[in-house]
Structure formats: structure tokens, C-alpha cells
């Protein structure tokens, strides 16, 4: 069986024997012997996101899409590379949203510690293998994601504590949880939602239409009057809690 380095935090409760077992079996089942990204290392794991932010601590989430199809970056946590590395793309662009608000320049591409402050950094799918299609992992991990993201809205609506959702590009803003039609639903309470364009896409917009024929429009963003780091941490303040420092060391 596939040996894990990392599993979630108890407070996810997907630790239950023989559920977690059929999981890791039919990843095995799915992956075909093919190797399995992210590796599991002392820094990356499959479920690395659910064992570093437990769901007491989590105060921010961050969708993003599947672990990195190379060994050196998958690491299991969105958007951050396992090594070292020059920051690239996505994560170039949010390091100059960090650095607009905050004039912090990161060089470091491991968001560990943004994790450990309560950043929860979950993917769609938690896995890559080649030649496996990323639709095709991210229809046998949707069960998992809906339950945590669930977990997470109701555990934070019960307590009436804050929790900041980022949302970037469409495959993000149409989880159906978070489905722009639901944004109602979180209007006056302790739960906000900050949508935009994903960040490797520098300038465009989530137009309207792109949502199914809705009317619904993301900001780009890379736009000026669009800046999730400071907002999320406007908020947090605004509700007593502890800002996040979004300087990145190892």
C-alpha cells in the first residue's frame, strides 16, 4: 500500500480507518503504478495541506487547482513549490500583490509557513500523474474537497468565526459550494468571498458569460483596485483576529 508521510490533522476526520484505506487504495487503483506527484517527502505529501493547517486553526482558504506536474515543485499545498526555486507565473504575480500592499519582495516559493499560520492551501485535486487527465483526478477527489470545504463553512458559521475564501480563475469560482450564486448566502455574515481572474492570467477579467451565461464578473487580478492579501487581512483585523504575515520563509 502507498506509504504516506503526512496525514490530515484529526480535526478533518479523515482519519477513519477503513474510509482512509479505501482512499488510498483507489489512488493506487487510479495511478496504475505511474508515479505519483506530489512525492511523498518530509515537505510534500498528498494530504501536506490537511496534516499543516487543522481546521481550528484554518482562517483563510486558497483554492487551487492540482500539485505541480514536476517532482521538484509538487509539494500538496497550492500555489507553493516544494523547493526553493524562482518564483514563476502565478506565484510571481501574487508576490507582487504582497509586495504592493506590504513591500515584502519574496524569494522564498515554500508557503509552509503560510499554512501554519491558518492558510489553508487546498487544491482541487490533491494528485498528478502523467497521463492521467487532470479532469479525470479532479472528479475522483471532488468527494474529499466538497467534505473539507463543507467541514470548513459550517465549522466557521456555527462559531461565528472569520474565514476569508480567495478565489482565482473559473475552475475556482465554480466549486459548487462557492458558486457565485452562493454569494448571498455569505452577505452579512462572518465568511467573505474574494474573487478575481487565477494570477497567471496578468490583466484579464472573469468576463461575464464565462460562468455558465451568467451576468457574474471577476476583477483581473492583476488590477490596481483588486488586492486579496490586503483585504483578507483587513478583515481578520476588522473581526479581532491575528493578520497573516505574508513574508515567506523556510
Known amino acids: ?33 505511474k508515479h505519483i506527484l506530489p512525492e511523498e517527502s518530509d515537505n510534500s505529501g498528498i494530504f501536506y495541506a490537511l496534516e499543516l493547517t487543522p481546521l481550528d486553526k484554518t482562517k483563510v482558504l486558497i ?20 523547493k526553493n526555486l524562482t518564483a514563476e507565473d502565478s506565484l510571481s504575480n501574487m508576490f507582487s500583490k504582497i509586495n504592493d500592499a506590504y513591500k515584502i519582495e519574496n524569494t522564498c516559493t515554500d508557503l509552509t509557513c503560510w499554512a501554519k499560520q491558518g492558510v489553508l492551501l487546498l487544491n482541487t485535486s490533491l494528485t498528478f500523474t502523467e497521463k492521467n487527465t487532470t479532469k479525470a483526478w479532479n472528479k475522483f477527489w471532488k468527494p474529499v474537497v466538497n467534505y473539507v470545504i463543507n467541514k470548513l463553512i459550517d465549522y466557521k458559521k456555527n462559531r461565528g468565526e472569520p474565514l476569508i475564501i480567495m478565489l482565482w480563475g473559473c475552475p475556482a469560482n465554480e466549486v459548487n459550494q462557492l458558486h457565485y450564486k452562493k454569494d448571498s448566502e455569505f452577505k452579512n455574515t462572518n465568511i467573505k468571498i474574494l474573487r478575481s481572474s487565477h494570477p497567471s492570467n496578468n490583466y484579464g477579467a472573469c468576463r461575464k458569460g464565462i460562468y455558465k451565461g451568467s451576468e457574474y464578473e471577476a476583477p483581473a487580478f492583476m488590477s490596481p483596485l483588486y488586492n486579496p492579501f490586503k483585504e483578507c487581512n483587513d478583515f481578520l483585523k476588522s473581526h479581532g483576529e491575528k493578520e497573516i504575515d505574508w513574508h515567506t520563509h523556510l
Open 63 to 82: 483554492i487551487g487547482q492540482d500539485p505541480y506536474p514536476n517532482p521538484d515543485r509538487a509539494q500538496g499545498i497550492s500555489f507553493s513549490f516544494r
Open 1 to 33: 500500500m502507498l506509504k504516506l508521510k503526512h496525514i490530515p490533522d484529526k480535526s478533518w476526520e479523515l482519519d477513519k480507518q477503513k474510509e482512509y484505506n479505501d482512499i488510498i487504495e483507489s489512488i493506487e487503483y487510479q495511478s496504475a503504478g
